[in-house]
Structure formats: C-alpha cells, structure tokens
C-alpha cells in the first residue's frame, strides 16, 4: 500500500510540476519583480538600479496627471458598467421569450465581442468622423451645432464609452440569458396562472433571481474597465487635453515614452491595489445581501 502510495504521489506531482513551473514563471515571478522595481529608480535599459523606498508612490499619488487618469477611469468605469449592464440585461430579456430567429440575434450581437478593441475603435473613428460629416453635411447644420464626438472633452470620454458597449454587450447578454435560462419554469408558470403581467414576472421574479449573475457581470466590467488601454490608444491617445487618458494609458505612456520603468511599475501596483480594493467591497456588498435574502 505505501508504494502504491508513493507511486500515485509521484504521478500526481508529475501532472502538477509543469502547471506549478508554469504559474511561478510567468505569474509570481514577474508579480514579485514588478513589486521589487516599483522601489527602485529603474529606467528603461540603464543597468544601475537604486532602491529608493517609497519615493515612486509619493510621486504618483501626488501627480496631477496621475490623478486625471484615475477620475477619468473612474468615469469610464461607471458610463460603461451602467450602460453595459443595463444594454445586455435589455437584449437578454427581449431574446429570452418567445422572439423568431433568436439564435440569430444572439450570434450578431455577440459577433462585436469577437472583433479586435483596435479594430472596433478605428471603425468607431471613421463612424464618428467621416459617416457623421457625410449626414450632418448635407442637412447644412452650422459648426458650432455639430458634434464634435472625438475633439471635445466632455463628449470624447462618452463616445469612448459608447464603443465599449457596443462591442461587450452582447458577451454579457449571453450570460444573463444563461441566468434567465435557470429561472424556474414553475415560478413564471404559477405567475401566469395568478394574473400576473410580463412585466411583474420580470420585476418580482426574474431580476431577483438574476442578482449573482448581476454582480458578476459588474466585477467583471469594472475590472475590465479599470485596465481598459486599446480603446483610448486607438481612438483619441488620451486626448484631448488628457480627457480620455485612463490609468492603463498613463502607465504605458510613463513606461515606454517616458521610459520611467520604476515609476510605470508603481502606478501598476496601485492599480493593482484599487482593483482589489473594488472586488473586496463588491463581494462584501454581495455577501451581505445574501444573508439578508436568506
């Protein structure tokens, strides 16, 4: 029995080593480097590196332009959350019933998700620029009444939000038709025989029964929104004036343009640490409505 033993340990740490060499290669040591190079005055290749404490945080916390790119974050993060959410969970409930060619409209609202964040950015581009100029032109609509979707700061960061949701919608409408698909029948059912309107069944029966999977369509868009780069880079580079300059931009820009590699790894782990901070209340939150619903 204990050869049997050793011999089935042998073949489990077998399976586990390359998984295990794998994780500690390309996750911890890179995550405990970073966390290392953020304390020091590292600059692109220069091969002298000085320990210098605490000094990059200092810095980042207390830039200006550090700040910008979190409030900007922040409010790309709650646009595209909200309307993402809310765009989905719509689409979910309209394609839920009894809709003909359904399994179509859920594949060509699913297919954005399937287009790269460059190449959906550069089609918004030419949709805000050119398509808008060629309807807006012919209705002879002054200049100063047009909108101006990618020069003006207080439109840039929406329209940026706008392409975002157009291109993650349809991921999220497939997970909250799966959670409508776990509804009970008997519930909508017994609903129906009582009187019940469509509208009720959704308010009383389905959206409470959908909030696990409301929650986790919200972590999984503030997490992707916090990191979002592809859709600033290719659209506007942070402009105008930094109005769209998210956080993962300004680490990019402060790492490969600046090629301050100790300070761009500092903004990474308060990144980080903002990240974590976000999904801890979420799962609080969430943890406490679940024992109140019990």
Excluded at 67 to 72: C, I, S
Excluded at 148 to 174: E, F, H, K, R
Aim: overall charge positive; hydrophobic content about 50%.
């Amino acid at each position: 029995m204990q050869r049997l033993s050793r011999k089935q340990n042998v073949t489990y740490l077998a399976f586990i080593l390359p998984a295990a060499a794998f994780f500690i290669a390309f996750f911890l040591y890179p995550f405990f480097r970073s966390l290392w190079l953020s304390f020091t005055d590292a600059y692109g290749y220069k091969q002298q590196i000085h320990f210098i404490g605490l000094k990059n945080y200092q810095e980042a916390l207390s830039n200006p332009n550090f700040k910008n790119a979190l409030w900007v974050t922040v409010k790309y993060t709650l646009f595209v959350t909200v309307a993402a959410n809310l765009v989905a969970l719509g689409l979910a409930l309209l394609l839920d019933g009894n809709v003909h060619f359904k399994k179509l409209f859920r594949a060509v609202f699913f297919l954005p998700n399937l287009m790269s964040l460059i190449i959906v950015s550069f089609v918004w581009v030419f949709l805000y620029g050119d398509v808008y100029r060629s309807f807006v032109e012919p209705l002879q609509i002054p200049k100063t009444l047009q909108i101006s979707w990618l020069g003006n700061p207080d439109m840039a960061l929406i329209s940026m939000g706008i392409t975002a949701v157009w291109q993650c919608a349809g991921y999220y409408m497939l997970i909250y038709i799966a959670g409508l698909q776990s509804v009970p029948q008997e519930l909508i059912e017994a609903a129906q025989i009582d009187g019940g309107s469509a509208q009720q069944i959704i308010t009383h029966i389905k959206l409470p029964m959908l909030r696990p999977v409301m929650f986790m369509n919200t972590l999984l868009l503030i997490t992707a929104c916090f990191k979002t780069f592809d859709i600033p880079m290719a659209m506007t580079s942070g402009g105008p004036a930094g109005a769209t300059t998210t956080i993962a931009l300004q680490i990019y820009n402060t790492g490969f343009r600046a090629n301050r590699t100790g300070y761009a790894t500092a903004q990474s782990v308060i990144l980080f640490l903002i990240i974590c901070a976000v999904t801890a209340v979420l799962y609080i939150v969430q943890s406490r409505n679940q024992e109140d619903a019990e």
